[in-house]
């Protein structure tokens, strides 16, 4: 994988990112910003990949560098999901954003491949499946959805109450570079039957850079 700068409207933001990488928030006022990225150490006339974003008052995005379904890379913008959570739930966020076909998620319950509780079917790259599901321990398997072949798994995943994760499926199966790769929503609202946690700053926007690129 390479290396690589990012910057926001012409300015260097991230410097030397390396694949797999997911940086801290960055708090952004609203508004319109152009997305470049570069080799490292490279100016924002040896551009990589371009995009612009949009951003709202209030929104929490990931803009994420990876590869499509055919290897290419590109940049995929997502709106983090601050909804309301449940008392005691967990939220479950997937996102597909691997040189890879479409995927069956699998979870199961506790240690083994016994107690099957749900399947996000026929996720594709780039989409995302979001779902609330109760504390405990999981494992996470793929399954590619035309021939059902286990594509990667399985892997274990423990949520804690109130918090929210995102796992990405990165890399290209083509190579050893394909993993899932785990972000943590800090800055979740610990939102619960109305009552909300004000401790922490949810108001403000922001943006999280993942470069995930890999096998290329």
């Known amino acids: ?47 990589l990949l371009d995009g612009m974003l949009e951003l709202p008052a209030g929104t929490f995005y990931s803009v994420v560098a990876h590869l499509t379904d055919g290897g290419m890379p590109v940049l995929s913008f997502y709106e983090n999901d601050l909804g309301l ?32 509780v749900r399947t996000i079917p026929d996720l594709v790259n780039p989409a995302e499946a979001v779902v ?41 199966v083509r190579d050893s570079s394909f993993a899932l790769l785990t972000q943590r929503l800090s800055i979740c609202p610990k939102q619960f039957d109305g009552e909300r946690d004000d401790d922490e700053d949810h108001d403000r926007d922001s943006v999280r850079f993942a470069h995930e690129e890999g096998g290329h």
């Open 85 to 116: 959570l449940r008392r005691g739930r967990s939220r479950l966020v997937v996102r597909h954003d691997a040189d890879a076909p479409s995927v069956d998620v699998k979870l199961f319950q506790g240690s083994t491949l016994h107690n099957w």
């Open 132 to 172: 609330d599901v109760h504390p405990g321990k999981y494992q996470i398997v793929l399954h590619e959805t035309a021939t059902q072949g286990r594509l990667y798994g399985p892997v274990t995943f423990h949520p804690h109450p109130g918090v929210g994760y995102i796992i990405y499926a990165v890399g290209s």
């Open 1 to 47: 994988g390479q290396v690589v700068d990012v910057y926001l409207n012409g300015t260097l933001a991230y410097g030397e990112l390396t694949p797999a990488t997911i940086t801290k928030p960055a708090p952004l006022p609203k508004g319109s910003y152009r997305i470049q990225i570069t080799p490292k150490g490279e100016d924002t006339t040896h551009t």
